[in-house]
Structure formats: structure tokens, C-alpha cells
């Protein structure tokens, strides 16, 4: 079956500091890969998404993620983290297959907690 | 409205009673998603929809689960006889395109559901 897999449960950054979270996902066909944020108290919000095209996909408030097929990951990426980046991050896939139906696989979340 | 909504935000029930939780999805979108959420882990896939179409049941748990969506709009999602292993956040999501699509899923607030 397919799954996703976050490296990170949880990470604890301050101010300024360089985020990666990292994602890799366990299926060998045509995949569609999303970051999805809740900040808290809010619902699961788009972060970015990779659907074909550039691996290198750009998102929402300065993240980005790069799909590196050959490592079936797709990890986040932020040069400088803010106060307002604390949440919890899910990396989710669709796999092509049978059914068509898109649903998303969601790997556990990392929760980030960035100090001031 | 402008978003997917769920009733309640909250429900808190006797274990052995059923409960039913409804989702409001964007106007005009046809795909409907459920998902499940426990404490610490990602969503996980139980039923989607296409229009008024159950197209993929694959995620529901067990009997006691079943949903429905009669009219291609809002869905309610019934757990029969709920025992305290259904305790949950229960999210539902929509998306304008049937399947695979480069339209991302759009989540609601989700109900937070507690089996005393």
C-alpha cells in the first residue's frame, strides 16, 4: 500500500533559522505531492503543490519544495522561518492508479514550534 | 458560503449512540472527500464522492460507518453504535474536478468528535 513518511515529528527552530522538513512517499508510478499547513486553530490550508513540470515548486509566504523522483521525496524548504510559521505541516500524495478517485495520502505532520 | 463547512465544530456523545456529522462542501464542487484524523497522526482516506456517486468506500472502517451525499451537495457522514476507538477529528474536504485533477482539495474546519 501507499504511505508517506515524515521524517520529523517535531521541530523546534527560532527566529531566522533554516527550516527542511522532510517527505518521502512509497510508490512507484505518476504521484501529485502537496504540502498542506494548520496554523492553530485554523483548517488544513494549501501550501504548495507538484503536479508535473519544474520539481522545484514554490508556494505560499516563501516555502518551496522540490520533488527529487529518483528519492521519491519532496521535502520543504524555507530560508528563514517567522514567529507566524509555527504549525503543523502535512506532506500528502495522490498516487495514480485504479479508481481515479484523487484522494490524498497523508504522511503523520511534523508540528513546528519557531521562538521569537 | 466561501468555504467548506462542518457541523458541529464539537460533539462530545455516549458510546453506543449514533452520531451524524455534515459537510457543506463549496458551492459548485463536485468531488467530496472524508478523512480521519487521530490525535498525533495524518488524515486518513474513508470515502469519496463524485456528485451524488459514492465512488470509493475503500477507508470506512467498518459497517457502523456509511455516508451519503443525495444530492451532489452536502454530505453527512453516520458512525451507528459509536465506541470510544471513533473518537476523532473528522475532516471533509472538496475539490471543483472529479479524480485527478491539478485542483487541490479544499478542507473544512472538521468536527472534533469525542466518545465518552
Known amino acids: 500500500a501507499q504511505s508517506v513518511s515524515q521524517h520529523n515529528h517535531h521541530v523546534i527552530l527560532s527566529e531566522a533559522a533554516s527550516l527542511e522538513l522532510g517527505c518521502n512517499y512509497s510508490?512507484?508510478?505518476?504521484?501529485?505531492l502537496f504540502w498542506y499547513v494548520q496554523y492553530p486553530g485554523q483548517h488544513l490550508q494549501l501550501l504548495l503543490k507538484?503536479?508535473?513540470?519544474?520539481?522545484l515548486v514554490k508556494g505560499i509566504k516563501g516555502f518551496e519544495a522540490e520533488f527529487i523522483k529518483s528519492k521519491f521525496s519532496f521535502n520543504l524548504r524555507k530560508p528563514s522561518v517567522q514567529w507566524s510559521d509555527t504549525a503543523e505541516y502535512f506532506c500528502a500524495v495522490i498516487a495514480h492508479g485504479s479508481g481515479n478517485t484523487g484522494k490524498l495520502i497523508f504522511g503523520q505532520g511534523t508540528t513546528l514550534q519557531v521562538k521569537p | 458560503g466561501a468555504g467548506v463547512s462542518q457541523s458541529p465544530r464539537y460533539k462530545v456523545t455516549k458510546r453506543g449512540q449514533d452520531v451524524a456529522l455534515r459537510c457543506d462542501p463549496i458551492?459548485?464542487?463536485?468531488?467530496l472527500y472524508w478523512y480521519r484524523q487521530a490525535l498525533g497522526q495524518g488524515p486518513e482516506f474513508l470515502t469519496y464522492f463524485n456528485y451524488e456517486a459514492q465512488q470509493d468506500k475503500s477507508g470506512l472502517p467498518n459497517d457502523r460507518f456509511s455516508a451519503e451525499r443525495p444530492e451532489g451537495s452536502i454530505s453527512t457522514l453516520t458512525i451507528q453504535r459509536t465506541e470510544q476507538r471513533d473518537s476523532a477529528m473528522y475532516r471533509c474536504?472538496?475539490?471543483?474536478?472529479?479524480?485527478?485533477?491539478?485542483?487541490?482539495?479544499?478542507f473544512g474546519d472538521g468536527t472534533r468528535l469525542s466518545i465518552l
Open positions: 507538484y503536479f508535473s513540470g519544474d520539481p
Open positions: 458551492s459548485g464542487h463536485v468531488s
Open positions: 474536504a472538496s475539490s471543483p474536478r472529479t479524480g485527478y485533477s491539478n485542483q487541490p482539495q479544499h
Open positions: 510508490y512507484g508510478g505518476t504521484v501529485n
